[in-house]
């Protein structure tokens, strides 16, 4: 599977981004996907994730702010983020893992490159 995220960019406090993942290879609808961040200086951590058949999780700084969702047809993952910080700036990656969602880095098996989001004060 490769992955190939983008839509970051530079926004205002309180302003939206939807970041996309699209995905190459077969039986996308089987692999949970997940988003993680990486601000500098600081490790990368868990935002969003989204199981096969569509359940979701977050982690507590983006609930009510951002919406994970996926298209099959497309082979694509969203992050719709509303409402945002300037402690939402980081780089934005995806991931691709078989099986149930999860929130660790490591049971990740496939990643895209990042795409940074900036959100100005």
């Known amino acids: 599977v490769q992955l190939q995220a983008s839509g970051g960019g530079l926004v205002q406090a309180g302003g939206s981004l939807r970041l996309s993942c699209a995905a190459s290879g077969r039986a996308f609808s089987s692999y949970a996907m997940g988003w993680f961040r990486q601000a500098p200086g600081q490790e990368r951590e868990f935002v969003a994730a989204i199981s096969g058949i569509g359940s979701t999780y977050y982690t507590d700084s983006v609930k009510g702010r951002f919406t994970v969702s996926r298209d099959n047809a497309k082979n694509t993952v969203y992050l719709q983020m509303n409402s945002l910080k300037p402690e939402d700036t980081a780089v934005y990656s995806c991931?691709?893992?078989?099986?149930?969602?999860?929130?660790?880095?490591?049971?990740?098996?496939?990643w895209g490159q990042g795409t940074q989001v900036t959100v100005s004060s």
């Open positions: 991931a691709a893992r078989g099986g149930e969602a999860a929130n660790w880095s490591w049971e990740y098996d496939y």
